[in-house]
């Protein structure tokens, strides 16, 4: 069995190793340079396309922005898929207090952004992807982009009074997400990137306010049809994280489904020369049809 530390490094380098895509166009959604949403055409001109939104990870961190996923996103369009690849505002470069990777998230920016971005994203994708059909959408993200996709599909349950409740469930047809950071206790138990949950969150006296309106753990059930896609050799964000949010939410009477992928750790899953990410886009592909 190879060393999982080793195989971790392996994996990264390849998923991060191919050359960046360019979008057909991009459109902003607010003022800051963050707030940006690209999009990529499906491949061949297809009409009616089911629509794809991404939400990148990186432990909410500034370093790692929307362009690590491009090559993904072409991945998902070759294979027929408009797709919507949302940059949104993350932690400050600098770290933070006896830290030593830079801060994760910003609250309460972050999910104002990503909360905006999926309002307004209706508007946009007509007027950069008028061939895609936005009633067949499905939400995708990876690690903490997973966490952010499956709270973007609860926003119908967060609690009265959250200024991102929305009146009503959001039209989708289902949310993949992948090796995501879905449940914040028990990442934050498991040191998930370096106490990431923790800095998201803000400082201890914040946390269970907060976590009530940002955990997606705590917001079930939701009613859309959800499947985690998770790599049994994840050394990143664990498989316990993911089997405990699926654990939740059959508590709450809702079943998620759960993808295992045998000798798979935490990037293949976004790595277009990985056989992992032919299993994502047919995850996908299963709802969005």
Same mark, same amino acid.
């Given at each position: 069995m190879r060393d999982p530390v080793a195989q971790d490094a392996a994996e990264e380098a390849s998923a991060f190793s191919h050359p960046a895509v360019h979008p057909g166009a991009s459109l902003p959604y607010g003022d800051h340079p963050d707030q940006v949403v690209d999009f990529y055409a499906p491949y061949g001109g297809r009409?009616? +396309?089911?629509? %794809?939104?991404?939400? =990148?990870?990186? +432990?909410?961190?500034? $370093?790692?922005?929307?362009? =690590? %996923?491009?090559?993904?996103?072409?991945?998902?369009? *070759?294979?027929?898929? +408009?797709?919507?690849?949302?940059?949104?505002? *993350?932690?400050?470069?600098?770290?933070?207090?006896?830290?030593?990777?830079?801060?994760?998230?910003?609250?309460?920016? #972050?999910?104002?952004? &990503?909360?905006?971005?999926?309002?307004?994203?209706?508007?946009l994708a007509a007027k950069a992807l008028p061939q895609a059909d936005a009633r067949r959408t499905v939400l995708t993200g990876h690690s903490a982009g997973g966490h952010l996709a499956l709270w973007a599909a609860a926003r119908h349950v967060l609690p009265e009074g959250s200024p991102w409740r929305l009146p009503a469930a959001p039209p989708l047809r289902g949310v993949v997400a992948l090796a995501p950071i879905a449940d914040l206790s028990a990442a934050a138990g498991l040191d998930v990137c370096g106490g990431a949950v923790g800095q998201l969150l803000g400082p201890e006296e914040a946390y269970e306010e907060r976590a009530a309106h940002a955990d997606p753990a705590l917001l079930l059930p939701t009613g859309i049809a959800t499947v985690v896609v998770q790599g049994r050799r994840d050394i990143v964000v664990p498989q316990a994280v993911g089997e405990s949010f699926v654990e939740a939410a059959a508590r709450s009477?809702? #079943? &998620?489904?759960? #993808?295992?992928?045998?000798?798979?750790? =935490?990037? $293949?899953?976004?790595d277009p020369a990985s056989d992992a990410c032919a299993v994502v886009a047919e995850e996908i592909a299963q709802l969005a049809w």
């Open positions: 009409a009616d +396309a089911p629509l %794809v939104v991404l939400l =990148h990870g990186g +432990a909410w961190r500034a $370093p790692y922005d929307r362009g =690590h %996923v491009t090559p993904f996103a072409d991945f998902l369009a *070759r294979r027929g898929l +408009a797709v919507a690849n949302i940059e949104y505002r *993350r932690g400050r470069e600098i770290p933070g207090q006896r830290g030593e990777a830079p801060v994760a998230g910003r609250w309460p920016d #972050t999910f104002d952004d &990503v909360a905006s971005a999926l309002d307004a994203l209706p508007e009477g809702e #079943t &998620v489904g759960l #993808t295992l992928l045998e000798e798979v750790g =935490h990037f $293949p899953l976004i």
